[in-house]
């Protein structure tokens, strides 16, 4: 098949890959390393939005999953909670789960000067008021800190550590899937990917000295 595809020629009795062979193999590999991390990742995979078509799926390979599950409901938590390292520089974040224990952790650090801003979706802006929890959204005890709140509700979080690492976890309502899952990484286009998808949230989020009592 090579050699009727001229992908492969003959050379003093060997044979080697054509200039088109190359490209063909090189697009194979691709392919496969793909579909291998389409496979590993399927947990985090199968929670997101399917309109998320451009995530640059073989810079996962060097990402780590953290999946929760009615055994282990806290590993999710617990990786976030290790995340949250008072030799950071910057923290920008967009969540919609309702978690006292980690707004709480972060708090601490934000009085402490922590630089960044975050973005709450409507659930979870709700949830707050409702659990007489709203100071978690008065971000004027902060510095370099801003809070902002998005008239979406949404199944996803992002944390952007130093623009170094990036967390993204997601998570269904319904069906099989409601437990969260995350998705840790360094990876430079990773990193790039997920700090885009914030930008475009962070585009329709406003203060929520702006939103209507």
Known sequence: MYETEEWSEEIDGNHHLTPAGERILDAYEELA????????????????????????????????????????????????????????DNFRVLTSIFNPTLFTAYDKLLKLGLKGEAIVDASLYDRLHEEDMEHFLDDSNYDNFRIFYLEETLTLGIGIYDEEQIAIGAYNQIGEGEHIVMLLSSNEAVVQW????????????????????
């Not at 078509?53 to 390979?61: E, F, G, S």
Request: proline share 11%.
């Open 33 to 88: 390393i793909t579909i291998e991390q389409v496979m590993e990742k399927a947990p985090w995979f199968q929670r997101l939005s399917p309109i998320r078509t451009d995530i640059p799926v073989r810079a996962l390979a060097d990402a780590k999953l953290y999946v929760s599950s009615p055994n282990s409901p806290g590993i999710v938590l617990a990786t976030a909670l290790k995340l949250c390292d008072p030799r950071l």
């Open 194 to 213: 997920g700090e885009d998808l914030y930008n475009r949230y962070r585009e329709r989020a406003r203060h929520p000295s702006e939103t209507p009592n």
